[in-house]
């Protein structure tokens, strides 16, 4: 073989590995907009429950503030019999009223959870599969130094 010929081969060898390299780094760009994006995700979730969490301190107060409103009736039922039975009403009302926003948050929390969970769960996955396809970047270009070599 002679030099001109294995300089050919030299070249065409590199420019193999320069699009390998240039489509291993396409990839990492790719996977690293998927991380961002996913980050973005992450951030909205936490954006909602941290609201959640503000609503359940709101109406943790509202509970608070209506055991006590319970408690002035109470002292005032025997002069106010009537009176506190229209309270005591109204007070129910409240109570399922609160009971429902509850209940709505506790489904709505535990929805926020398990789609933490999927998009945790997505993440890892996405991660098992660009270290995947790394090593096996890995290898070919093993493979060619190899063939280069020899």
């Given at each position: 073989?002679t030099?001109?010929q294995r300089?050919?081969?030299v070249?065409?060898e590199?420019?193999?590995?320069?699009?390998?390299?240039?489509?291993?780094?396409?990839?990492?760009?790719?996977?690293?907009?998927r991380?961002?994006?996913?980050?973005?995700?992450?951030?909205?979730?936490?954006?909602?429950l941290?609201?959640?969490g503000?609503?359940q301190d709101r109406?943790?107060?509202q509970?608070?503030?209506?055991?006590?409103k319970?408690?002035?009736?109470s002292?005032?039922v025997?002069?106010?019999v009537?009176?506190?039975?229209?309270?005591?009403?109204?007070?129910?009302?409240e109570?399922e009223?609160?009971?429902a926003?509850?209940?709505?948050?506790?489904?709505?929390?535990?929805?926020?959870?398990?789609?933490y969970?999927?998009?945790?769960?997505?993440?890892?996955?996405?991660?098992?599969?660009?270290?995947?396809a790394?090593?096996?970047?890995?290898?070919?270009?093993?493979?060619l130094?190899?063939?280069?070599?020899?």
């Amino acid at each position: 073989m002679t030099t001109e010929q294995r300089l050919d081969r030299v070249e065409s060898e590199f420019a193999t590995i320069r699009q390998l390299l240039t489509s291993a780094a396409t990839y990492a760009e790719s996977a690293n907009r998927r991380i961002d994006e996913l980050g973005v995700k992450q951030d909205r979730t936490q954006i909602m429950l941290d609201e959640l969490g503000t609503k359940q301190d709101r109406t943790q107060a509202q509970l608070d503030q209506l055991g006590l409103k319970v408690d002035q009736l109470s002292n005032r039922v025997d002069e106010f019999v009537f009176h506190t039975q229209r309270l005591f009403n109204k007070a129910g009302s409240e109570t399922e009223e609160t009971k429902a926003r509850t209940e709505r948050l506790e489904a709505l929390m535990l929805k926020l959870d398990r789609n933490y969970e999927e998009q945790k769960s997505q993440f890892q996955e996405f991660q098992r599969s660009t270290n995947a396809a790394l090593e096996r970047i890995d290898r070919v270009l093993d493979y060619l130094l190899r063939q280069s070599g020899s």
